[in-house]
């Protein structure tokens, strides 16, 4: 099994792991609410999804 020879330092190390950060989700406003959404996924506050109703939310009374 290969071993290294020297001890990696933590300066190399981290340059290494230097893409492995997280990112934020990308967001966009919904077209038929306002709410910000993830694109190309259903609104989760109005249920529309490329300007058609594809979730039916209750009736608020």
């Known amino acids: 099994m ?8 933590k300066s190399r190390r981290d340059m ?3 893409h492995e950060a997280l990112t934020a ?7 038929n609410c306002g709410e910000m ?3 190309h996924h259903v609104c989760e506050a109005c249920g529309y999804y ?8 209750p009736k608020a009374e």
Do not use: G, L, W, Y
């Not at 290969?2 to 330092?9: D, Q, V």
């Not at 989700?25 to 077209?31: A, D, K, S």
């Not at 490329?50 to 939310?57: A, F, G, M, S």
């Open 2 to 9: 290969a071993t290294p020879k020297k001890k990696t330092s």
């Open 16 to 18: 290494r792991r230097s």
């Open 25 to 31: 989700n990308p967001m966009c406003e919904c077209p």
């Open 37 to 39: 959404m993830r694109p």
């Open 50 to 57: 490329n300007k058609r109703e594809v979730i039916t939310q």
